[in-house]
């Protein structure tokens, strides 16, 4: 039996949630896949959906656990929600933002933020700026808000040199 987290994501696709579990899984380590659910004949007509066909994949993504369900065209997603992924290094943060940029909307691209190939949003940060934009030095914080105002992927340096003046 699966241990239950209190609160788990649940993302809804068209019809690509496995494909796009297998995408996810591919980029952050500590991933796989749980469990696949499939569509039977029970509901048919209502979820109008091919019997044996994926319905739900249970997955993790470095221990934290989200499901993504095929149901269908009514709902995509948008920038409402996002997930956040904290870096510690430049390194780390060009590897996920290089990967889930890949196929994505370049447009959406700005502040560390970016959609992938299937319309999610993910915010690519270091783990220093929130630190460096919420420390009593105000000024310091303004700055390096400001160079990040003009970034699409975070440059760890040149925020570093933004909050030294």
């Keep these: 039996m699966l241990s239950v987290q209190k609160i788990t994501p649940f993302l809804w696709f068209d019809d690509q949630a496995e494909e796009a579990v297998e995408f996810y899984t591919s ?3 500590q991933s796989k896949i749980l469990t696949i659910s499939r569509y039977g004949e029970a509901g048919q007509e209502v979820h109008r ?3 044996g066909s994926v319905m739900v994949v249970s997955f993790e993504l470095t221990g934290q656990r989200f ?6 065209p009514q709902f ?3 920038e409402a929600v996002s997930f956040q992924i904290d870096c510690d290094t430049q390194e780390e943060l060009d ?3 290089n990967k889930l940029s890949e196929g994505g909307d370049p447009a959406a691209q700005q502040c560390g933020w970016l959609k992938d190939k299937y319309g999610l949003s993910w915010q690519v940060v270091p783990s220093i700026m929130a630190d460096m934009i919420t420390g009593a030095d105000v000024e310091k ?3 390096v808000m400001q160079a990040m105002m003009s970034m699409k992927k975070i440059d760890i340096e040149k925020l570093q040199e933004a909050y030294a003046g």
Aim: no cysteine.
């Design 95 to 97: 590897d996920f933002w």
């Design 76 to 78: 995509t997603f948008n």
């Design 49 to 51: 959906r091919v019997p």
């Design 141 to 143: 914080g303004q700055r």
């Design 27 to 29: 980029i952050f380590p």
């Design 67 to 72: 499901n993504a369900l095929n149901g269908g």
